[in-house]
């Protein structure tokens, strides 16, 4: 079985900083893309920024320039670091793998963490 294991979240002010980080674990193989969405309050999931195998990323324009994600293949992990943070970046922030591959099962995957929240106030 394959988990996604998320932390970082918090409360920070705003201007302020936080890390996050997920690992996954599991009989994996391969994972084409891994990334962080985020739900607001009464609002849709959607994408922060994700990473791709080669090392290409994508980003909301919401947050170009203040949040950069990173990768390491080898730990099947991904690490969001935010900077100069808004309370619009108010919300549970999730962990997200693509693209997985699974020893012993054909096909693949898309697995989600159990989210955290992440408060941007003063």
């Known amino acids: 079985q394959v988990q996604l294991v998320e932390s970082g979240g918090g409360l920070v002010q705003p201007g302020g900083s936080l890390r996050l980080s997920c690992a996954a674990s599991?009989?994996?193989?391969?994972?084409?893309?891994m990334g962080w969405y985020r739900q607001a309050p009464g609002k849709q999931r959607d994408l922060v920024a994700t990473?791709?195998?080669?090392?290409?990323?994508r980003y909301a324009d919401s947050v170009k320039g203040r949040f950069t994600i990173s990768r390491d293949n080898a730990k099947n992990s991904v690490v969001l670091q935010m900077n100069s943070l808004n309370p619009e970046d108010t919300a549970v922030y999730y962990c997200n793998a693509d693209g997985v591959k699974v020893t012993g099962r054909l096909g693949t995957y898309q697995y989600w963490g159990q989210g955290t929240q992440v408060t941007v106030s003063s």
């Open positions: 990473i791709f195998s080669d090392g290409s990323t």
């Open positions: 599991g009989s994996i193989s391969y994972i084409y893309s």
